[in-house]
């Protein structure tokens, strides 16, 4: 069966489904790596990728949000001009009820009998104001990062702000 749309998962609904020892059959996450670029470098900007409201972000979200935003910015910066961080990891584990939906279906399935639903995937949970990714680039490159930090937005499921601070000097100052 194909994958639901994202506003199914999208608001947070009950506690947390996250003890995995006790699930069985949950899919890894798709997401690859969650630090990228120059690791070791100290860029003087940093632009964030902040929630507005909380969400759950399904973790191929996650993946399509940071191979759009990586690869942006390693088109236009190179590989050791950037550093780039995805903070939330995908530890809810979203249950789907799978209903058959053809003709004779009703013979094969229980409907609403034991309901609970089987593993179809992870969600990251996370809270209006928790930042989301983190971009660090050369003073000179602000325009860049607002812009990678644009389309990574574009491929999550709730509106999200951008900040923009200077780190000069160990001296932290907010930007536009």
Known sequence: MPLRPAHCYRI??????TRKEYIHGVPQPKIVKFTMGNTK???????????????????NALEAMRVICSK?????????NFFFRIHPYPHHVLRENKMMAFAGADRLQDGMRLAFGDPVGTAARVKAGDVIATIKVPLDKLEVAKEAARRAASKLPMPCEIRVTVNVEGQVKQAL
Do not use: C, M, W
């Open 12 to 17: 947070l609904k009950g506690p947390a489904y």
């Open 41 to 59: 470098a100290d860029f003087p900007l940093t632009v964030q990728l902040v929630s507005k409201e909380p969400a759950q972000i399904r973790h």
């Open 72 to 80: 942006y910015l390693s088109s236009r910066l190179g590989e050791n």
